[in-house]
C-alpha cells in the first residue's frame, strides 16, 4: 500500500463536503476495501480530522489522529 503525497503537505484545507456520490447502499465502502490506509490518508488531507464517510449505507463519522480521538475519548457526553 501507499499514500499519494507528501505527508508534510498542509493537512486540512476547507473544501466541499465529505459525503461523496458513491453507489447508493455500497457508498465508499468498495474505496475502503480497496486500500483503507489510502482512503483515511485522503481524507484526512482532504476534509480534516473529522469527517463523516457513507460506509455500507450508514453515515460514520471517522475521527483520524491522535487529537481527534482523545477529544472524543476523554468527553464526558
Known sequence: MSIDGDPRDPVYRPGP??????LPILGGTLEYVENPLATMARRYRDHGPVSELSFLGATWTALIGPDACQIALQNAD
Open 17 to 22: 463536503a465529505p459525503l461523496r456520490s458513491h
